[in-house]
């Protein structure tokens, strides 16, 4: 199957001939497939929101293609203009950028620039509100009257009503306490089982995407590092820390158990897989 998206030798030079020039993204080679969950993570400027831009046309690349379903988005105008309703991108506190009187038109305002009916812009503005848990009774509040939980679902249901193919978000739960985070990260899992789009999830949040996603891609100094399954990524444990990116808490405990012994698979990264693994391990003894 041929990717829905996928970049060629992307750079990206910000300041280009001033004293701040600086080469964000450094040749970066990245494709996902149509329904693939995507997880980047990385430090603080290493790329992540350069090179997320690029993939709805926000950012000219300096040098280098983005494809999306085969075709350079540059190609023409009327091209990119259409792959910014198909590849919808939540910025970093998005909720900056709510501005309008009512939740219901905040959200409204991307399947309003689609040129959809009003029927269907209401259809898909409940459906929006629906996938980030928010009451109906909350379109007519003014936005600026809810939390900031609240705020940010509104703004990613903004998104998420123009049914882009690719959903990405950058940082998305970054200043929210637990109880917010896990909420957005279980609307972001349900949206992708029930819509089965492809979504790409920018995080520094290692604890919150390892659970989630199918594959991850490690943003260093510009260049993509690491690209594969969680688990194929937290077997080089060392090599994440090396880069100053955690390892989840759980997989530290079991490459721990390692080293005193314990014959323990090393990709493990939830709870659940730790529980399981050690359960096995005491069953496995009892029959010896
Ligand atoms: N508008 C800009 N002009 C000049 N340099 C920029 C601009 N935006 C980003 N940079 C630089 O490009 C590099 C990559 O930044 P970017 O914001 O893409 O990183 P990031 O991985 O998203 O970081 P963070 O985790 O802090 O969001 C950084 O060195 C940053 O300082
Ligand atoms: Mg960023």
Redesign the pocket.
């Known amino acids: 199957m041929a990717p829905i998206i996928k970049t060629e030798k992307l750079n990206h030079l910000?300041?280009a001939g001033t004293p701040?020039e600086?080469l964000?993204i450094k040749d970066i080679d990245f494709e996902a497939e149509q329904g693939e969950f995507i997880g980047i993570i990385?430090h603080?400027?290493?790329?992540?929101?350069?090179f997320i831009q690029h993939l709805n046309g926000l950012l000219k690349p300096t040098s280098g293609k983005v494809l999306f379903n085969d075709t350079d988005i540059w190609e023409s105008k009327a091209y990119v203009r259409d792959v910014r309703f198909k590849v919808g991108l939540v910025f970093?506190y998005p909720e900056y950028q709510l501005f309008e009187e009512t939740v219901y038109k905040d959200i409204a305002f991307g399947p309003k620039n689609m040129r959809l009916t009003e029927n269907e812009i209401d259809l898909r503005v409940h459906e929006a509100a629906d996938f980030v848990g928010i009451e109906h009774e909350l379109l007519d509040k003014s936005p600026f009257e809810l939390s900031g939980g609240q705020k940010r679902r509104i703004a990613i249901a903004g998104v998420i009503a123009m049914r882009p193919d690719i959903l990405i978000l950058d940082?998305p739960t970054a200043g929210l306490d637990p109880r917010g985070r896990d909420m957005i990260i279980g609307n972001i899992r349900s949206y992708h089982e029930k819509m089965k789009s492809t979504v790409i999830l920018v995080t520094?949040n290692m604890e919150e995407i390892a659970r989630s996603v199918q594959r991850l891609v490690v943003?260093e100094s510009g260049s993509i590092l690491m690209n594969g399954t969680p688990a194929e990524i937290f077997m080089q444990g060392d090599k994440l820390q090396k880069i100053g990116l955690a390892v989840p808490e759980i997989t530290r405990v079991i490459m721990r158990l390692r080293e005193l012994g314990l014959p323990l698979n090393p990709s493990i990264f939830t709870v659940e897989q730790a529980t399981e693994a050690l359960l096995n391990l005491k069953g496995g003894r009892k029959r010896a």
């Open positions: 910000y300041s701040f600086r964000a990385g603080t400027g290493s790329g992540k929101s350069t970093q940082e520094h943003f």
